[in-house]
């Protein structure tokens, strides 16, 4: 495991990931990570650290309302969120890992627009990676 970091474009939100230095991310055709470019790695809560910025959080939900969808309220940017297929783990989105730790990115395609049908016990099995 490798000690990634990132945050918010502002620098506002900063946080630590733990995860493998080749990483496998989901890109999601659901409409808001199509719209905004989410690159997802998933992973258990016990290795995402928040090391700032907590307070210039602001939580976004739609649909079933299970997500939570977390933007920093000055620049706009998530940098992560509590997804619904994983409420125990965090989504880090892999476009706000700063440079240098990460050796390769895979990306696989997830299809967020049929989200019940993919996922029918209402969440995914096993974490990635």
């Not at 299970?66 to 940098?79: D, E, N, P």
Request: hydrophobic share 30%; charged share 20%.
């Amino acid at each position: 495991m490798v000690k990634h970091e990132g945050g918010c474009h502002c620098g506002r939100v900063r946080f630590e990931v733990l995860a493998p230095a080749v990483i496998t991310v989901s890109q999601c055709n659901c409409s808001v990570c199509s719209r905004s470019g989410y690159l997802g790695l998933i992973v258990p809560q016990e290795r995402f650290t928040l090391h700032s910025g907590e307070e210039s959080l602001t939580e976004y939900r739609f649909n079933t309302a299970t997500a939570k969808h977390l933007f920093c309220k000055y620049c706009g940017i998530k940098s992560f969120y509590i997804p619904r297929s994983h409420p125990d783990g965090v989504s880090v989105n892999a476009r706000c890992l700063d440079a240098g730790t990460v050796v390769e990115m895979n990306i696989r395609q997830s299809d967020g627009q049929n989200w019940e049908q993919c996922h029918p016990k209402g969440q995914a099995e096993a974490y990635p990676d």
